[in-house]
């Protein structure tokens, strides 16, 4: 399949490493790009500078909360509306969490900091792995950090979030290989230019 061809959906796509994926994938040639996210100004903004690099893209935003299943169900269904088919989804969403050591997390801030990190991309793939079982291909990418394999301070509890996010992604991609869809997860480091 040509990548002007592929349905996109890059939930988290309006800033940072979301939207640098939207930028690169419309500078490789990807025509039909679902941008997701909270922020619908912030969406917007993403739209148009996608469509900077790529002026005869196809490019829309769906907002969305990917912590709530019954949002990504509905954002999916949405997407899959506009693209024809979601071919490739990336899962670029992040959470306001400041780096602090352990001692100093209240206990109370622990559970919906690793549900909120954990659930939105584990929404995502649940909600679009039917139908790309029933097509036999697809591409999922679930973005953790190297807080997943490398112990720093201050990211105690981000880094068991982004290692189940990194499990989860490989347990996946062992499932969901017989159906020939292949599934990453990837761990960048800090990034310059990203909020």
Do not use: W
């Not at 500078?49 to 269904?77: C, G, H, K, T």
């Amino acid at each position: 399949m040509q990548n002007s061809e592929r349905g996109v959906l890059i939930v988290g796509g309006t800033s940072g490493v979301g939207l640098a994926t939207a930028r690169q994938m419309a500078s490789g040639g990807d025509r039909k790009i679902v941008l997701a996210g909270r922020n619908p100004q912030r969406g917007a903004g993403a739209v148009d500078e996608v469509r900077i690099i790529a002026p005869d893209a196809d490019v829309a935003f769906v907002s969305v909360d990917a912590r709530d299943q019954a949002q990504v169900r509905s954002m999916v269904a949405e997407a899959e509306a506009k693209l024809g088919r979601i071919d490739v989804v990336v899962n670029s969403t992040s959470t306001g969490y400041a780096p602090e050591l352990f001692f100093r997390t209240p206990a109370e801030d622990m559970a919906p900091l690793l549900s909120d990190l954990v659930s939105a991309p584990m929404n995502v793939c649940r909600a679009v792995i039917d139908g790309m079982r029933s097509r036999k291909s697809g591409v999922i990418v679930n973005v953790a950090s190297d807080a997943a394999k490398v112990p720093t301070p201050g990211e105690t509890v981000i880094g068991a979030a982004m290692a189940a996010i990194v499990m989860f992604s490989r347990t996946l991609a062992l499932e969901a290989r017989r159906d020939g869809i292949r599934v990453h997860a990837l761990t960048p480091s800090l990034i310059k230019g990203t909020e």
